[in-house]
């Protein structure tokens, strides 16, 4: 068989085999001097070479006649000059295999194999000759010119006509270049192939029997060459060698037998490499010659053809499919959309499994299920339902589950923003920015289950974010930005901060940081603010970022050097304006976090010196109408909103920014051009504008930038005059409004900076330590703003009658008003002018403006809407937002924008706050003018908003919303209460609805939050306790508590115990009770001191702008026993002690008022829970042994525990439900009845505070706690059932104390029957013993008789066995009691009857159902031999 189409070498066995024999063979390593030294002794020896030449044309094949002479050539002599000292590494050969030639054989002792290795010298011994590929024939195409430069873009999708379908290694490229200079030669490019048929192969026969492959060889026929095709050959005689050679196999096939052919075979794949077969026997090798079968077929005229790669892939053969191309017969056929192509890449082996993706999506469930569904979004962030059908051109369908639902969801989305494209990770944060922006405005509503940012935050968005930030691709940084943006920034939170800048104290905020109740929270409260920010925890600052941000957001950021990056960002890489402006609002809302934060913020290196120079600029170039393509070194409102913001969180940040960052000189650029003469759009100008005035405002609040008012006077006198012009401008435009309100706050601070004097140096001012030099601006140089200022506001006043203008207007008439105010209130406190110009001038103002505004019934429309917009009447206002979290704090709130709202167009809450605050003023400053104005006191809307306040109703629960909105509410009440305590006071005859201001004023007392505290000190000094707001006293009110009394308790013979006596004793003694409690009610003295200076208007004392964090009221709701609280705590600390005067006088004080509230303002005591009183009532005998034996305390505890115990009160007593203050009510009532049990000495008052918890609807636990461990209490408890006359001290033998029979009927402790076993037990051997009985105790021994009357005789057939025995051992155990009376008792009870001395009714005989009972029982023991002596 040939084997090559050049050469054929044969190996023969000649005569000098033997003499080759006595040559030695190279060994591994020797030289090639070596080599030509064996080559030298071979040539010697004149020995025929072991291997003969043969030439091609040749036809012997193996005949070769061996006589014929060696060819002795020159070319066998071969020389390695050229070659490397090391011979070539060769890939490892298979094992070789020598066939025997006929003439020739081997000898039988020899393996052939290693004869012929041992003959086998070197490389060089076995090389042929090489012949030439001949390129003679081969035709050369030069390129065809072409008009363009480059040649056009080919994309593998398109269509190529005329390519190989067997095109082996060759690239597409390769492939279309081909297919290029074929076409341009108008040559097409064949590949000539032999197509014999496959079947009759070697390898095809494989798989038969012998029989079979028999057959198979005998009835195939060859038509052709199928390996050697002669390619490479001349052209003259390539065809003709490659049929000869065909010939010389086909003709030794036919001369062998079927046997020898297999065993052939078999040697054949012994020797060749097992790679090789692999790829002769794999499907693209069967496949290809498959095609080339099929095609000679249609076109049998010739040996080659054209295959072009449209043709279908078919396999080999239909009789013998391959095994592993075979689909399950039992699984459907995978419709595709598109047939695959084998040209295609990566397209030769079509992999089924991977192209489900190419089908048609599943049908959408259009059915509806109640089963929760997973939530996808659109790009545009927009909450997609279940069953919408969008086509899926759109790009929402590319997600593997639920491949029919269109949108993505959150995971998904999360999943791609870890994308390697950079596109893919920039749409993923755009879409997420896009879903929290609609769930922070509430777009979802409730059709989502749980809250996105709270699942977003908890898989590790904000960790991400953060990484995304340090980001290299811009768009990638963009989106990230953006999504920090729509995470940390509320919508609407800004606006309703700034619109409200202009309020009554509306500068003046709550931190927006998480609420953390600290063990150490009284002793932060004594720090001064500096202090603060100081000190920090080691433990808060050894914890990670993720710790720190699973409680606050805002830490965990800062942790991350967030800050260094944004300015990186602004710096270096100067973005795009859209991302300018989001990290300005992220800084912005990381200075309102806290005072730590804003000063990280200013800290931070070159961030506000990068701020201040590129958005702040002095100059720049006039920017178009058009948007700008960037911001750097153009103005900027919201970085001149950033400085404020940090400006408002303290009084050293401020004066930092003017004198480091040379902000006086950008307030006088900005401030100096009107907003339409900047060369910037309109808008931006206007804000500008307002925020460069909000900045200065800020600082003014300080006592700071007052030498800025001589060199602006001009800009600002400019700008005053012409308000009345853009006030009179129809449609009036909101920035100009709101940029009108900001000037005159400015005005405001400024003015009352000439009535603000210099701290004194102490240890409380720690925060004036950077401005504390007097104001330099003196009154005569503000003196005459107020003609401008009033004109503004009387122009304003007249639209009060048309509503939309009026809401137009925004701010600017409470600008005006808050102006007036600080303008008589600087004025009055001028010590060098005459105090007559001023009255006269509030006179003329009253008389002109103010009087005939309060007739105006316009005001009262505003009146009677308080109501309607007031946050404590409308709860569902303050209702957190849905997507509202704990460590993300944030002002959103679901009804907080509405036009019917304290923040809405249409409040009333911001003008009549400042119209009181001028009543104030003026009321205070000129009592003539008093009374008067507190004729606003009577309209009709403030009265019935008071009422509604005062309804019982659940308040709204605290969030930042509430607080922020509560506070404004809450100087609306104060106000109006001091105007009301103010003409009460000057004069009390004509005084109106007092007792109702004093009841507005006790719960707001109880409501005033963080911040308040000079409001709630001056509320307890001068409203509380005010004998005006009393009218009772003067009324009746005594006598009607005498007559109630009697009606309750019954006739008493002394009237110095009486109710009205004790109340009438409690209004002489305010002035001590007012003593008391504020020294009982005190508030932290450094938050006082900074509360008074920013409401007083000291401003070279005010610390900040930026309030306590609003974690709870100031006062609780039981402020009013906080004396009593107190020395109970005193008492259990032995440690501290009170003289015993102090002691029992704080005791009096705070008893007196809780009667006075439980008397006449019950409604101010609804918030604390009878459980609750009474457990403050029994601090007073926990203080010590001799408190409770005072006569006075007496008096005023029996008062009140009658109180207490009347029925409609005493259906709330509920000691199981938890009590505000109290850990545990068992607890308190054990320590109660071990001291009872020690110092009571039989006190019938004592012992009826013991009694009443024991009522049967308590817990059992307190009836154990006496009856188990404190059974010696029993003896000390002879409070009788009928009416007594409570014996005092000897010291004071000539007072009676009287007192009921019992303070609730004796019903409430017998029914119903007791089921507690362990305590029925106690009771039976407390009567038993002797523990228990009616001389010492009548109200336990009648209770303890009727529950084990009850027990014993029950017949309950539910009852466990347990039960039972016990049952029957109890009354047989009294039937044989030896004590006549008590078994009388025990099986002869009737029903309870506290009028009898027994305290219940027997029956004369038992009934006839008991006595069966007992007989059966009684006869069962004598049967049993037990006597009953």
């Given amino acids: 068989m040939r084997g090559s189409p050049h050469t054929k070498a044969v190996l023969e066995r000649t005569a000098g085999e033997q003499q080759l024999e006595m040559l030695s063979r190279p060994k591994p390593g020797e030289s090639e001097v070596d080599l030509l030294r064996f080559q030298s002794q071979f040539l010697a020896t004149g020995a025929a070479p072991a291997v003969q030449l043969v030439k091609k044309g040749s036809r012997g094949g193996g005949n070769t006649?061996?006589?014929?002479?060696?060819?002795?050539?020159?070319?066998?002599?071969?020389?390695?000059?050229?070659?490397p000292d090391s011979p070539p590494a060769l890939v490892p050969a298979p094992p070789k295999r020598a066939r025997p030639s006929p003439g020739c054989p081997l000898p039988e002792h020899e393996d052939p194999e290693e004869r012929l290795n041992r003959h086998d010298q070197h490389i060089t011994a076995v090389l042929t000759?090489?012949?030439?590929?001949?390129?003679?024939?081969?035709?050369?195409?030069?390129?065809?010119?072409?008009?363009?430069?480059?040649?056009?873009?080919?994309?593998?999708?398109?269509e190529r006509q005329g390519k190989s379908a067997t095109s082996g290694k060759r690239s597409i490229f390769a492939q279309e270049i081909a297919a290029k200079r074929a076409s341009e030669t108008s040559v097409p490019p064949v590949r000539e192939v032999s197509t014999p048929d496959p079947p009759d192969g070697a390898a095809s026969c494989e798989a038969l029997t012998p029989r079979e492959q028999g057959s198979c060889w005998g009835s195939c026929g060859f038509q052709g060459p199928h390996l050697v095709t002669g390619k490479g050959l001349g052209s003259k005689n390539a065809e003709q060698e490659a049929q000869t050679i065909h010939e010389e196999n086909v003709a030794k096939l036919h001369a062998m037998a079927p046997e020898e052919i297999l065993r052939e075979q078999q040697r054949l794949l012994a020797q060749l490499d097992p790679s090789l077969v692999a790829f002769l026997r794999s499907p693209t090798h069967t496949h290809e010659q498959a095609g080339e079968k099929t095609t000679e077929e249609q076109r049998p005229g010739g040996h080659s053809v054209e295959v072009t790669g449209e043709e279908p892939i078919v396999p080999t053969f239909a009789s013998e499919p391959r095994q592993e191309d075979d689909l399950d017969p039992g699984a459907p056929a995978l419709a595709l959309p598109l047939t695959p192509h084998k040209e295609w890449v990566h397209m030769d082996t079509v992999e089924l499994e991977k192209l489900h993706w190419t089908q048609d999506l599943p049908p959408l469930r259009k059915k509806r299920t109640q089963e929760r569904m997973q939530a996808r979004f659109n790009l545009q962030g927009e909450l997609l339902a279940p069953d919408v059908d969008l086509p899926t051109h759109l790009g929402l369908h590319h997600h593997g589950e639920e491949a029919e639902r269109a949108g993505y969801s959150l995971q998904e989305l999360f999943h791609l923003t870890r994308s390697q494209v950079s596109q893919q990770r920039a749409l993923a944060l755009h879409v997420l920015a896009q879903v929290i922006g609609r769930a922070q405005a509430g777009e979802f509503g409730d059709r989502l289950v749980g809250?996105?940012?709270?699942?977003?935050?908890?898989?590790?968005?904000?960790?991400?974010?953060?990484?995304?930030?340090?980001?290299?691709?811009?768009?990638?940084?963009?989106?990230?930005?953006?999504?920090?943006?729509?995470?940390?920034?509320?919508?609407?939170?800004?606006?309703?901060?700034?619109?409200?800048?202009?309020?009554?104290?509306?500068?003046?905020?709550?931190?927006?940081?998480?609420?953390?109740?600290?063990?150490?929270?009284e002793d932060e409260d004594e720090e001064p603010p500096a202090e603060k920010v100081k000190r920090k925890s080691p433990e808060q600052g050894?914890?990670?970022?993720?710790?720190?941000?699973?409680?606050d957001v805002i830490k965990g950021l800062l942790a991350t050097n967030l800050l260094p990056r944004l300015r990186y960002l602004l710096e270096v890489t100067c973005p795009a304006p859209s991302v300018v402006l989001d990290i300005l609002a992220v800084l912005i809302r990381l200075a309102r976090h806290s005072l730590e934060s804003a000063t990280r913020v200013l800290e931070c290196?070159?961030?506000?010196?990068?701020?201040?120079?590129?958005?702040?600029?002095?100059?720049?170039?006039?920017?178009?109408?058009?948007?700008?393509?960037?911001?750097h070194r153009v103005p900027c409102a919201a970085a001149m909103k950033l400085l404020r913001v940090l400006a408002s969180a303290g009084r050293n940040i401020a004066a930092r920014l003017l004198s480091s960052f040379d902000l006086r000189s950008r307030l006088s650029r900005f401030l100096a051009e009107a907003p339409q003469e900047m060369a910037l759009p309109p808008e931006e100008a206007e804000a500008l504008n307002s925020e460069a005035f909000r900045l200065w405002a800020v600082a003014a609040s300080y006592g700071q930038g007052a030498d800025l008012y001589r060199e602006l006077y001009p800009v600002l006198m400019r700008a005053l005059q012409a308000v009345p012009e853009e006030l009179s401008t129809q449609p009036a435009r909101p920035l100009s409004m709101h940029r009108i309100a900001s000037l005159l706050t400015l005005l405001a601070q400024l003015t009352l900076a000439t009535s603000s004097t210099a701290p004194e140096p102490s240890s409380d001012s720690a925060g004036a330590s950077v401005s504390a030099t007097p104001s330099s601006i003196t009154w005569t140089q503000v003196s005459g703003l107020q003609p401008l200022v009033e004109p503004c506001l009387r122009q304003t006043l007249k639209l009060l009658p048309r509503p939309e203008m009026w809401q137009a207007l925004g701010p600017v008439p409470t600008a005006c008003l808050l102006f007036l105010d600080a303008h008589y209130q600087a004025w009055s406190q001028q010590p060098s002018l005459c105090p007559g110009d001023w009255l006269q001038d509030m006179e003329r103002l009253s008389e002109s403006l103010l009087l005939p505004l309060l007739r105006t019934p316009s005001l009262g429309s505003l009146w009677d809407s308080l109501g309607s917009c007031s946050p404590l009447c409308n709860p569902q206002f303050c209702v957190r937002a849905p997507e509202a979290l704990p460590s993300l704090v944030s002002l959103g709130s679901t009804g907080g924008r509405l036009s019917l709202s304290l923040a809405g167009s249409a409040s009333p809450f911001p003008f009549l706050t400042a119209l009181l605050c001028l009543f104030n003023t003026l009321a205070r400053i000129h009592k003539g003018l008093c009374d008067q104005l507190a004729a606003i006191l009577a309209t009709r809307g403030l009265q019935n908003y008071f009422l509604q306040c005062l309804a019982p109703m659940a308040a709204p629960h605290l969030t930042p919303f509430s607080a922020w909105a509560l506070r404004h509410e809450y100087h609306l009440q104060y106000l109006a209460l001091i105007l009301a305590q103010k003409a009460a006071t000057v004069q009390p005859d004509l005084a109106i609805n007092t007792a109702l201001h004093h009841s507005m004023v006790l719960a707001l007392l109880s409501r005033l939050l963080p911040g308040s505290e000079h409001l709630a000190h001056?509320?307890?000094?001068?409203?509380?306790?005010?004998?005006?707001?009393?009218?009772?006293r003067a009324s009746g009110g005594l006598e009607a508590a005498d007559f109630s009394d009697r009606l309750s308790l019954g006739n008493s013979k002394d009237s110095g115990c009486r109710r009205g006596a004790l109340l009438a004793q409690a209004?002489?003694?305010?002035?001590?009770?007012?003593?008391?409690?504020l020294t009982h009610c005190s508030l932290a003295r450094a938050s006082l001191l900074a509360s008074q200076a920013s409401y007083r208007g000291e401003l070279q004392r005010v610390p900040g702008l930026l309030l306590p964090v609003p974690k709870e009221p100031l006062l609780p709701t039981d402020w009013p026993f906080l004396p009593l609280i107190h020395l109970y705590h005193q008492a259990a600390d032995t440690s501290l002690g009170l003289p015993p005067a102090d002691t029992i006088g704080t005791a009096l004080r705070a008893l007196q008022w809780v009667l006075v509230l439980e008397s006449w303002r019950p409604q101010a005591l609804w918030a604390v829970p009878p459980a609750a009183r009474l457990a403050r009532l029994m601090c007073v005998f926990l203080v010590d042994s001799e408190l409770f034996r005072e006569t006075p305390v007496q008096h005023l505890v029996a008062a009140l525990l009658a109180r207490l115990c009347q029925p409609q009160v005493l259906?709330?007593?509920?000691?199981?439900?938890?009590?505000?203050?109290?850990?545990?009510?068992?607890?308190?009532?054990?320590?109660?009845?071990?001291?009872?049990?020690?110092?009571?000495?039989?006190?019938?008052?004592?012992?009826?505070?013991?009694?009443?918890?024991?009522?049967?609807?308590?817990?059992?636990?307190?009836?154990?706690?006496?009856?188990?461990?404190?059974?010696?209490?029993?003896?000390?408890?002879?409070?009788?059932?009928?009416?007594?006359?409570?014996?005092?001290?000897?010291c004071c033998q000539h007072v009676s104390l009287p007192l009921s029979q019992l303070p609730v009927s004796l019903e409430c402790y017998t029914e119903p029957p007791e089921d507690n076993l362990a305590l029925l037990q106690l009771y039976f051997r407390a009567l038993v013993t002797g523990a228990l009985c009616p001389r010492w105790c009548p109200v336990l021994y009648a209770v303890a008789v009727a529950h084990v009357n009850s027990f014993i005789f029950s017949q309950d057939p539910k009852s466990s066995e347990e039960v039972k025995a016990a049952r029957r051992s109890l009354l047989q155990k009294t039937w044989l009691l030896a004590d006549e009376g008590l078994r009388q008792h025990l099986l002869h009870y009737k029903f309870p009857n506290s009028a009898l001395p027994e305290g219940f009714e027997l029956y004369p005989q038992l009934p006839p159902l008991r006595q069966q009972y007992l007989q059966r029982l009684t006869s069962g023991m004598l049967e049993n031999g037990v006597s009953k002596a």
């Fill in 1018 to 1032: 001056e509320l307890l000094l001068s409203c509380v306790f005010r004998l005006e707001f009393l009218p009772e």
């Fill in 65 to 83: 006649n061996l006589d014929q002479p060696l060819l002795q050539d020159r070319r066998d002599v071969v020389t390695l000059d050229n070659l």
């Fill in 129 to 158: 000759k090489i012949i030439e590929r001949d390129t003679s024939s081969v035709a050369v195409n030069l390129p065809m010119p072409s008009g363009v430069a480059f040649p056009p873009v080919f994309h593998r999708s398109q």
């Fill in 605 to 631: 290196p070159r961030l506000i010196e990068t701020v201040v120079r590129e958005f702040l600029p002095t100059s720049w170039s006039p920017m178009g109408a058009g948007p700008a393509s960037s911001l």
């Fill in 1067 to 1077: 209004c002489h003694d305010l002035p001590s009770i007012r003593s008391c409690y």
């Fill in 542 to 551: 050894n914890r990670p970022p993720s710790d720190l941000a699973r409680h």
């Fill in 1211 to 1290: 259906l709330d007593l509920k000691l199981d439900c938890p009590l505000p203050g109290l850990a545990s009510f068992p607890d308190l009532y054990a320590s109660f009845l071990e001291h009872f049990e020690a110092v009571s000495y039989g006190d019938h008052l004592f012992g009826a505070l013991v009694l009443l918890p024991l009522q049967r609807r308590f817990s059992v636990t307190l009836r154990l706690a006496l009856f188990g461990e404190h059974v010696g209490a029993l003896r000390a408890l002879g409070l009788p059932l009928t009416q007594v006359t409570i014996r005092p001290p000897p």
């Fill in 451 to 521: 809250s996105v940012l709270r699942l977003l935050l908890d898989a590790g968005f904000l960790f991400l974010l953060r990484f995304s930030l340090d980001d290299r691709v811009d768009g990638v940084i963009a989106a990230a930005v953006q999504a920090l943006r729509a995470l940390l920034v509320a919508p609407g939170d800004e606006e309703l901060l700034d619109s409200t800048f202009s309020w009554y104290h509306g500068a003046l905020v709550f931190p927006l940081m998480p609420s953390q109740k600290d063990e150490d929270d």
